[in-house]
């Protein structure tokens, strides 16, 4: 079954510092669970998704069954950068009412692949591209293809995926656990060129599929970079759902890196931009400031696309082809 939301409002409007607006829309309730939805992007502090209900599998993917204590829960992600550490996305749970709170699981930003270049990897690494390029150049204005390309390393990859991953366990063990939910993540203190593919991605949400699948868009945008500005074999994401990149590159994957940056990117244009993220300097951390009430704002691959692919091929479109890939 595929669940469709319609987009109930989309408000673009008011300036953040330097002139860059927030971003703000309603989704119609889960047809199934009557849960809703409103997210707010400020660029110049953080992404807030207001959850009201305890989603159900249909709307949330990552839903699982637990123990469910009710009431209002306030979840806060904020990237660190730990002394001598790499990035750290810090997820803390806290229960509105009573002021108790909870850490989930740290997510570390992992180390790319790194090896000596050689013929045969610049082979590939131009192989993929040729293939991507096409793709991402119909999503990404040309000035922010021509940012990206320019700041883009394989580590701003792997800090998407410790962005999706967190976003991915406040889905699966925090939400569904409340009868209200503000999701907070701060997007200051992330690379650059990171902060604003999460921007731009949550401001450029579709509302056909459900916001719960974040953490996934973010998974295929990054890998979907690497391969498009040279990176394929660099890059962690992608060596682990192949083992092994080749300069033939991989048809299925392919069709699923195009069918997921298609459904992070392709919707009405908010106004956000990842240009506006790389033409300033990097702010300084500051707290996420978050109201009580937000009023408007056959075998499974190993890897984590993988994963999510095969978990949610009921609930979204794609090419049956590619649910299973790398074979």
């Known amino acids: 079954m595929t669940v469709t939301y319609r987009r109930a409002a989309d408000r673009t409007g008011g300036s953040a510092a330097g002139g860059s607006p927030n971003a703000e829309f309603d989704l119609d309730p889960c047809p199934s669970c009557d849960t809703s939805y409103d997210v707010r992007v400020d660029p110049r502090e953080a ?12 709307c949330n993917p990552h839903w699982r069954p637990g123990e469910t204590s009710g009431g209002r829960r306030r979840v806060t992600i904020v990237p660190t950068w730990p002394s ?41 690494n131009t192989a993929w591209q040729r293939a991507m390029a096409p793709i991402v150049s119909t999503l990404l204005t040309e000035a922010d293809r021509d940012a990206v390309e320019h700041s883009w390393r394989p580590e701003h990859c792997e800090a998407l995926e410790a962005v999706a991953e967190a976003f991915d366990d406040v889905w699966a063990t925090a939400v569904p656990t409340a009868d209200e939910t503000t999701v907070a993540l701060r997007v200051v203190g992330l690379p650059a060129v990171t902060a604003g593919l999460v921007a731009t991605v949550a401001a450029r949400w579709t509302g056909h599929e459900p916001i ?56 009405t244009t908010s106004g956000i931009t990842v240009g506006q993220f790389l033409s300033r300097p990097d702010a300084q951390p500051e707290r996420v400031r978050i109201q009580d009430d937000v009023e408007s704002v056959a075998e499974a691959p190993a890897g984590p696309i993988g994963r999510s692919r095969t978990a949610t091929a009921g609930v979204i479109d794609g090419p049956s082809s590619t649910a299973i890939f790398g074979a």
Do not use: Y
């Open 47 to 58: 992404v807030v998704i207001r959850v009201r209900g305890r989603t159900c599998r249909e």
């Open 84 to 124: 001598g550490d790499p990035l750290h996305i810090e997820t803390v749970s806290e229960n509105v009412q009573d002021k108790s709170a909870s850490h989930l699981p740290d997510r570390v930003a992992g180390a790319p692949h790194r090896e000596e270049e050689t013929e045969v990897s610049e082979r590939a």
């Open 212 to 267: 719960a699948l974040t953490g996934e868009l973010l998974r295929f945008t990054g890998v979907a970079i690497c391969a498009e500005t040279r990176n394929a074999v660099t890059c962690g994401r992608l060596r682990q759902e192949l083992e092994t990149v080749t300069d033939v590159p991989d048809e299925g994957m392919v069709r699923l890196l195009e069918t997921g940056i298609a459904r992070a990117l392709t919707a």
